[in-house]
Nanobody
Framework: QLQLVESGGGLVQPGGSLRLACEAS????????IGWFRQAPGKEREGVPW????????YYANSAEARFTISRDNAKNTVYLQMNNLKPEDTAVYYC??????????????????????WGQGTQVTVSS
């Protein structure tokens, strides 16, 4: 059974940091591009960063650039999202997602989140003082 499981969310003060993890089971994560998405209450789900499969290329949404870093550890079948200098507007449920059709970063970032068939359950990130 193909499964993605996120972890690492929590409550953090503005300016703080969190590292989210997305662990895969049932398939080899490095074969696919991975996207991190987030959804705040009353808002649409939005893509944050993406990482390609074989070359590890990355792309960041404007909201994440210079503060977030996506990386993968193929030995652990896990993709990470390091988030620094967090702001209250970063508060959301964060999801990782994959799809067998999406291999490169360009493919992953150019499609709607509706194109992704594999999702984790999400992890809550709350940035508040």
């Amino acid at each position: 059974q193909l499964q993605l499981v996120e972890s690492g969310g929590g409550l953090v003060q503005p300016g703080g940091s969190l590292r989210l993890a997305c662990e895969a089971s049932g398939f080899t994560l490095d074969f696919y591009a991975i996207g991190w998405f987030r959804q705040a209450p009353g808002k649409e789900r939005e893509g944050v960063p993406w990482i390609g499969s074989s070359d590890g290329s990355t792309y960041y949404a404007n909201s994440a650039e210079a503060r977030f870093t996506i990386s993968r550890d193929n030995a652990k079948n896990t993709v990470y999202l390091q988030m620094n200098n967090l702001k209250p507007e970063d508060t959301a449920v964060y999801y990782c997602a994959a799809d067998p059709r999406l291999i490169t970063t360009v493919q992953a970032m150019c499609v709607s989140h509706f194109e992704y068939n594999y999702w984790g359950q999400g992890t809550q990130v709350t940035v508040s003082s």
